[in-house]
């Protein structure tokens, strides 16, 4: 049974800072590139952060590039997402999630990540 649980979340403001935390059990977590998602009220999910296997190589959406900063422990089997100069768009339920072991790349596509945390509530107040 693969579990992974985020914490980390909570209320700050906007200009603040908050680092999310994704520990893995289960499953060979150095086998999988790992990614963070969020879903804002009424909005799709969408992709935030990737990490590759090895946590040499990330990838971010746009719209957190130079903010935002993924990593991952191996040793630990747990991701972060340090998240700077946060803004009220950034304001979503965080999720993280594991790519299925086939995908070596950093994906943005959902479908290419088989298992999900259950997420944590990131709000920031203007």
């Known amino acids: 049974q693969v579990q992974l649980v985020e914490s980390g979340g909570g209320l700050v403001e906007a200009g603040g800072s908050l680092k999310l935390s994704c520990a893995a059990s289960?499953?060979?977590?150095?086998?999988?590139?790992m990614g963070w998602f969020r879903q804002a009220p009424g909005k799709e999910r969408e992709f935030v952060a990737g990490?590759?296997?090895?946590?040499?190589?990330?990838y971010y959406a746009d719209s957190v590039k130079g903010r935002f900063t993924i990593s991952r422990d191996n040793a630990k089997n747990t991701v972060y997402l340090q998240m700077n100069s946060l803004e009220a768009e950034d304001t979503a339920v965080y999720y993280c999630?594991?790519?299925?072991?086939?995908?070596?790349?950093?994906?943005?596509?959902?479908?290419?990540?088989?298992?999900w945390g259950q997420g944590t509530q990131v709000t920031v107040s203007s």
């Open positions: 999630a594991g790519a299925k072991y086939t995908i070596t790349w950093i994906s943005r596509r959902e479908d290419e990540y088989d298992y």
């Open positions: 289960g499953r060979t977590f150095s086998r999988s590139t």
């Open positions: 990490i590759s296997r090895s946590g040499s190589l990330t």
